[in-house]
């Protein structure tokens, strides 16, 4: 460390690195920060990179924390560190990038010593480091409000707001989302609610919170356009991977260029990698992938209290928007235009104090305006990870805004392929993730107007559908298989019962305007019918046991249980069905003369089904559109496919609908649980554990069940 060269092996014995964990106080004023701050180092941008790093300095750290509480060193540095911080943004524009480079370290450091205690200490035993004295003046005086933490919290956010992102900054960004999101894992390390943690009450209610908007739009710039990582100019045989010599001599670098000192590997370190984990894509958008895991985290906890992040996220608007006579926010972009993302974003780099140019016209403190057709052009390309659906399911439930602009879209097929294909590779999708995918399915189906555009777009490239070759079919119509294969994949797979409820909501919004449906799809409806039909025969079937048999046994028992409890959801989601597709033949028989066809070649399904008590009231409208078209059909014989369905065509034009019984509208909402903390909280500080790039010691996670 420092002006020397050191390898991993070698920063044990490096006498910077001893210094600053030994008892005796350095203060802010002393020369040694400048020598201790000029190593430069190739990034970790993995989990691996990150793990060889801690296991090289865990000694290190463990001494550090014995002695800081003495020396009060950590404080030193973060002073340090905010002082420099608060040059940075003239520093860029002076073009000094040693400056840049030094303060960029100071982090670095800081953030490695807070993991490690994160990982290690209590939650008050962190905030004890951080507010431990040096007790020679360099500390705050007693009428200082602000702690030293909640400075460096401040800190961190106004260096994401005001600095912009460039070739030279681009590793501060990064460094700084991955240092909030260590000062937040500690969730992931004790049992206290979020809101009782002292870092979190800084970042909700403390005077970093003023700060929100303007992160939360900075941190949605980022992910929108997706700033590649700046490739180093000159990697060297012995500096591609942290195996080698992970500190090189600074006077090398800065002879041959100091673009090398900011500047991320393309080569990735190799090893065991976390599975699902796409660490290639990660080190090539590393900035948007932080700044999506940031975002999340922030706005997902203390949300039954003050959450400023959440507020922000939920009541952004379009800037293409415009304020109507009567207060309402209607959006004027809903054209096809797929502009390139990377081109005409409004990135606000002014700082606070400008960031109200982007206000709304009353300037409310929680609302900014950014481009929403990038966001979604964003979102449609993107949406194969959790962290992207996860945040699309975050703003069509709580941005009015976003979910109006996503339904006025003309070119709605971009986001809802990218959806049903999570879906139809829900085997190799995590659970939660098919989930949150088939929830923004439900919530798009809440609208009439979708429900009828989707049967309007053709969809010609399914090259992604293995099941059958589909060369051209309406969204809608593959909308309903992909949502019936996610039924029977549950059937086989899964046995949840809350995934097929949101299956069936979704149908069940679309079924009265179900229009020229595909042969296939009605086939596949008809066919799910018929399975689960068979299913509950054969359990109602195993309950008739003879009275000489007696079995008693504890073990036949709950198996009986069992079955009673899968017959009760077998007839739900029968019952739910047939009134999907009674629902359908009630308002729109006259434009699906195939499902008609399917209904009428299956037409024994229902003899089994028209004598349970469940099922009786629904299958009689079944039978009355059944029978009228039976005798539409008598006088052929031998027909072709093509002369029935033109029978069915005329037929459906004449078809007496007041002899069908009336049944209340289909009409499904989604509503939130209760308690959504308890689903959202570890699912997305599994979704930092496995693709945020830093190590995340297993062992020692209390957030997650053993």
């Known amino acids: 460390m420092g002006t020397s060269s050191s390898s991993l092996s070698e920063l044990l014995t490096n006498p910077h690195l001893q210094t600053l964990s030994a008892p005796t106080p350095v203060t802010i004023n002393d020369p040694y920060w400048n020598q201790l701050l000029s190593f430069s180092c190739q990034i970790p941008t993995s989990s691996s990179d990150n793990r060889l790093l801690e296991e090289a300095v865990a000694a290190l750290c463990q001494t550090f924390i014995c002695n800081n509480v003495e020396s009060g060193n950590l404080g030193a540095l973060i002073r340090v560190f905010i002082s420099r911080a608060d040059e940075l943004p003239m520093s860029v524009q002076c073009e000094n990038y040693v400056f840049v480079w030094q303060t960029y370290n100071a982090l670095f450091i800081i953030r490695t010593l807070t993991l490690y205690m994160v990982k290690n200490l209590s939650h008050d035993q962190v905030v004890a480091q951080f507010t431990a004295s ?87 710039e980022n992910i ?201 590779e829900a085997e190799t999708k995590n659970s939660h993730h098919v989930y949150m995918a088939l929830i923004i399915l439900l919530i798009l189906t809440e609208d009439e107007i979708f429900n009828k555009s989707v049967h309007d777009l053709q969809i010609k490239d399914l090259s992604w559908y293995h099941d059958r070759a589909i060369p051209e079919m309406t969204l809608g119509g593959i909308l309903i298989l992909v949502v019936i294969r996610t039924i029977y994949f549950n059937i086989s797979r899964m046995r949840d019962k809350y995934l097929h409820t ?97 209904l009428l070649h299956k037409k024994d399904l229902f003899n089994q089904l028209r004598t349970h008590s469940n099922f009786q009231d629904i299958v009689q409208n079944i039978d009355i559109v059944l029978s009228y078209f039976v005798t539409r059909l008598g006088d052929l014989q031998s027909s072709s496919v093509d002369e029935v369905l033109e029978v069915i065509k005329q037929g459906s034009l004449q078809f007496p609908h007041d002899r069908m019984k009336k049944f209340p509208e289909l009409k499904f909402k989604y509503v939130e649980e209760d308690e959504p903390e308890e689903f959202f909280i570890p699912y997305i500080w599994s979704l930092v554990y496995n693709s945020s790039t830093l190590y995340w010691d297993s062992d020692k996670l209390t957030l997650f069940p053993k």
């Open 134 to 220: 040096q007790g020679d003046g360099e500390n705050e005086s007693e009428t200082d409000v602000e702690t030293l933490d909640e400075k460096f919290i401040s800190c961190l956010m106004r260096i994401l707001i005001t600095s912009p992102v460039s070739s030279y900054t681009y590793t501060i960004h990064v460094e700084v989302i991955n240092t909030l999101l260590v000062l937040l894992s500690v969730k992931l390390f004790n049992d206290k609610p979020a809101n009782h943690m002292q870092f979190y009450s800084h970042m909700m209610t403390g005077s970093s919170h003023g700060y929100a908007t303007d992160l939360v739009k900075v941190l949605i």
């Open 224 to 424: 929108v356009q997706r700033m590649p990582c700046p490739q180093r100019s000159f990697p060297s045989s012995e500096s591609q991977t942290l195996v080698g010599d992970f500190f090189y001599n600074v006077g090398a670098a800065l002879a041959a260029g100091i673009w090398s000192m900011f500047s991320f590997p393309i080569t990735m370190a190799t090893g065991s990698q976390r599975a699902k984990t796409d660490e290639s894509k990660q080190s090539t958008q590393l900035l948007a992938n932080q700044s999506t895991l940031l975002l999340l985290v922030l706005t997902n906890h203390c949300t039954a209290g003050v959450n400023p992040y959440r507020e922000a996220l939920c009541a952004f608007t379009d800037k293409d928007s415009v304020m109507t006579s009567t207060g309402k926010v209607t959006s004027s972009a809903s054209s096809t235009n797929h502009t390139s993302v990377s081109v005409d974003v409004d990135v606000d780099v002014r700082g606070r104090q400008a960031a109200g140019d982007d206000r709304g016209e009353e300037g409310d403190s929680s609302v900014f305006q950014t481009d929403l057709r990038h966001l979604y052009q964003c979102f449609s390309e993107h949406l194969n990870s959790d962290e992207m659906t996860l945040l699309l399911y975050l703003l069509i439930h709580q941005n009015t805004q976003c979910i109006h602009f996503i339904l006025s879209r003309t070119d709605i097929d971009q986001l809802v392929v990218p959806i049903l294909r999570i879906l139809y």
């Open 502 to 598: 949101n299956c069936l909501a979704a149908l069940a919004n679309m079924s009265s305007t179900f229009k020229s449906l595909h042969p296939y799809v009605t086939q596949k409806m008809i066919s799910l019918l018929s399975l689960l039909s068979k299913k509950h025969q054969r359990l109602l079937s195993s309950h008739v046991i003879p009275i000489d048999q007696s079995e008693t046994s504890a073990n036949s028992a709950h198996n009986a249980e069992m079955d009673e409890g899968d017959v009760i959801v077998l007839e739900e989601v029968i019952r739910m069905l047939l009134e999907i597709l009674n629902s359908c033949l009630m308002n729109a028989l006259h434009h699906n003369p195939n499902l008609i066809y399917s």
